[in-house]
């Protein structure tokens, strides 16, 4: 503790705890959603080809929902009012950001009643998160080994789907914030 300093000790500890209390949430490569939205670029907003793979790659390599906001300013700008399906491309792109930092690596429908949410985190790690929800969505949100399964998510049209993981996944961020008490 000499040699590193109490605060880097400290620090180091909670690591170390963290780790065998499996409350570290997992670092995903990609998250992929699988669900039956509409979400693209139509031929009659952006009719050139070059544009339009230069556009779908721009959200593509969006980091940030400000990136989104922004990128979304500039079509509307550049091609005027932005049509439901280049909408929903901007909601897909936010729900794949915010659910790959929550350590989520796939998002698709089970059967007609439920929607998956593929993770390899811990299930101490998830109790850490559904802190952070409702106790009505808490309930709804059920955690087995490999996955989450958001009940009667399903039944909602697709969109719906979409701003429902959105609303609760964000509310999820919370403990991103409070980094002290995650790695």
């Known amino acids: ?13 909670q690591e170390a705890i963290k780790e065998i209390r499996g409350q570290e949430i997992p670092q995903v490569d990609d998250t992929q959603i699988d669900l ?22 721009s959200v593509a390599a969006a980091d940030t929902k400000q990136e989104l906001v922004n990128i979304a300013a500039e079509w509307h700008d550049r091609y005027g009012e932005i049509p439901k399906p280049a909408q929903q491309l ?7 950001q915010i659910a ?13 009643q439920h929607i998956i949410l593929e993770t390899p985190m811990a299930e101490p790690a998830w109790n850490l998160l559904a802190e952070y929800l409702t106790d009505s969505s808490r309930s709804r949100y059920v955690y087995s080994t490999g996955k989450v399964t ?31 008490s995650i790695a």
């Open 150 to 180: 958001a009940r009667g998510l399903g039944v909602l049209r697709p969109h719906e789907q979409v701003e429902t993981l959105i609303d609760v996944l964000s509310k999820m961020e919370g403990v991103l914030m409070t980094s002290s």
């Open 1 to 13: 503790m000499d040699v590193i300093g109490f605060d880097l000790y400290m620090e180091m500890l």
């Open 100 to 112: 790959k930092q929550l350590g989520f690596s796939r998002i698709r429908p089970d059967g007609k």
């Open 36 to 57: 039956k939205v509409t979400a693209m670029i139509p031929a009659d907003y952006i009719s050139d080809l070059e544009q339009k793979m230069s556009a779908y790659r």
């Open 90 to 96: 901007f909601r897909i792109v936010e729900l794949k």
